[in-house]
């Protein structure tokens, strides 16, 4: 069924500047369920219902919210304590999760004690988790492995972008257990004294089904 997440992540200057902000996506989206309802009623017309439904989920016709901001913040040792979000979703909308896509441009605080280290993964103590707010009452998901979305390059000042696509099929537990008015968030997060995680940007886009 596919790994939990797919990432890339690269130089910030290879990508244009629209990539995080709301106009990333050339394509369509309904602006809600209303628009999305009107046109399967106009296509029901010409076609059976069941070949229109396949055509909204073949044409990724899907509802979206986005959040985006642009801010350098620096996170030091504090926010391993603290997990103060970077930037939150708004609530989830009704229908089917279909797909969250995270953008991230951030870097470490560019030295540390292990030069060997430089320019990898490895010991890298700055990194990103996802948060999840939900409504009163509702039971928490546990966290595991997978809330972790990103991580810096070792002892690296120029900027990277890191992007997390979570799909429906992925069978993550945390995504399957989302619901409407479920909240997410990136929590930036630097670990030990000297390390810091700063952040220039970053967005949080999610898809859901237009038609419930």
Not at 19 to 45: G, H, I, M, W
Not at 99 to 123: A, K, V
Not at 152 to 177: S, Y
């Amino acid at each position: 069924m596919g790994s939990s997440a797919s990432t890339i992540s690269h130089d910030v200057n290879s990508v244009r500047d629209g990539v995080s902000s709301r106009s990333q996506d050339e394509c369509y989206y309904p602006r809600n369920s209303k628009d999305a309802v009107d046109v399967f009623n106009t296509l029901r017309q010409v076609l059976p219902s069941e070949l229109v439904l396949e055509i909204f989920e073949y044409a990724q016709y899907w509802l979206r919210s986005a959040d985006y901001r642009e801010d350098r913040i620096s996170y030091g040792n504090d926010s391993y304590r603290d997990r103060t979000p970077y930037v939150r979703s708004a609530p989830i909308q009704g229908g089917r999760l279909e797909e969250i896509r995270i953008d991230i441009w951030s870097h470490d605080q560019g030295w540390s004690s292990f030069p060997e280290d430089s320019g990898t993964y490895r010991n890298s103590w700055t990194w990103f988790e996802l948060g999840i707010e939900r409504p009163e009452g509702r039971e928490e998901i546990p966290e595991d492995e997978s809330f972790r979305l990103a991580t810096n390059v070792h002892a690296q000042r120029q900027t990277k972008h890191h992007q997390v696509v979570f799909k429906r099929d992925q069978n993550v537990p945390w995504f399957e257990a989302l619901q409407a008015g479920d909240v997410i968030s990136i929590i930036p997060l630097a670990r030990y004294p000297g390390w810091t995680n700063t952040v220039d940007k970053a967005s949080i886009r999610i898809y859901t089904a237009s038609i419930v």
